[in-house]
């Protein structure tokens, strides 16, 4: 399965200030997605990332809080914009491979913020 | 209703004992179904998926899927400590595009007792 590194793995940020979240997969796949796990919480989706396209949001999540992008098929990056202590959660980066890949998905390591 | 539904727990089950986890879907244009564990401050790691009708086994994990009562479960023979978790339900629509998106249950708590 695709190996996914995720940076930063933490941080501490001011209120009012933006953060953004890269996610690198050793190997090309199709579909890159990010997910929020709140405190004691499931996960749920931010946003499907598209390569070379604006990502497909799910609802209750907006392009002008949660930026996405992903320039090409192993890299995206997501952006924490004017951040209130609301948003502290862990975010991760999940993808699935193409065709011969696993057909799971593998998720990065998260990166856990905290917003003061 | 929530789309993907899971007891949260915790279950508890002693050392060598079987653990049964399930979970519920309410949209029967579900195709694959997933399992994840989740050890605490950790991200979720795939155990099993299953799409087919039936039972598919994997060492000590063996997953079970009914379409037609649309409930999916997990069996954990031999249970070992090292399998206390928070075990994940995941469903997709589909294997390409956005259909492909995984929506997740609030997961079940597992302790396995010495």
């Known amino acids: 399965s695709a190996v996914i590194s995720q940076k930063p793995s933490r941080d501490i940020c001011q209120r009012g200030t933006s953060l953004t979240i890269q996610c690198q997969v050793d190997?090309?796949?199709?579909?890159m997605f990010w997910y929020r796990q709140q405190p004691g919480q499931s996960l749920t989706l931010i946003a499907t990332a598209n390569q070379g396209s604006e990502a497909t949001y799910e609802s209750g999540f907006v392009i002008d809080k949660f930026p996405i992008s992903r320039p090409n098929l192993t890299f995206s990056t997501l952006t924490v914009s004017n951040m209130s202590p609301e948003d502290s959660s862990i975010y991760l980066c999940?993808?699935?491979?193409?065709?011969?890949?696993?057909?799971?998905?593998?998720f990065g390591s998260g990166t856990r913020l905290t917003v003061v | 209703q929530k789309e993907v539904e899971q007891n949260s727990g915790p279950l508890s089950v002693p050392e060598g004992a079987i653990a049964s986890l399930n979970c519920t879907y309410s949209?029967?244009?579900?195709?694959?179904f997933f399992w994840y564990r989740q050890y605490s401050g950790k991200s979720p790691e795939l155990i099993m998926f299953i799409y087919s009708n039936g039972d598919k086994e994997d060492g000590r994990f063996t997953a079970q899927l009914n379409k037609a009562s649309q409930y999916v479960s997990l069996l954990i023979r031999d249970s070992q400590p090292s399998d206390s978790a928070t075990y994940l339900c995941?469903?997709?629509?589909?294997?390409?595009?956005?259909?492909?998106?995984?929506?997740f249950g609030t997961g079940t708590r597992l302790q396995v007792t010495l």
């Open positions: 190997s090309q796949v199709t579909m």
């Open positions: 999940s993808v699935r491979g193409g065709p011969g890949s696993s057909y799971g998905y593998t």
């Open positions: 995941a469903v997709n629509m589909g294997d390409t595009g956005t259909a492909s998106k995984l929506t």
């Open positions: 949209d029967r244009g579900s195709q694959s």
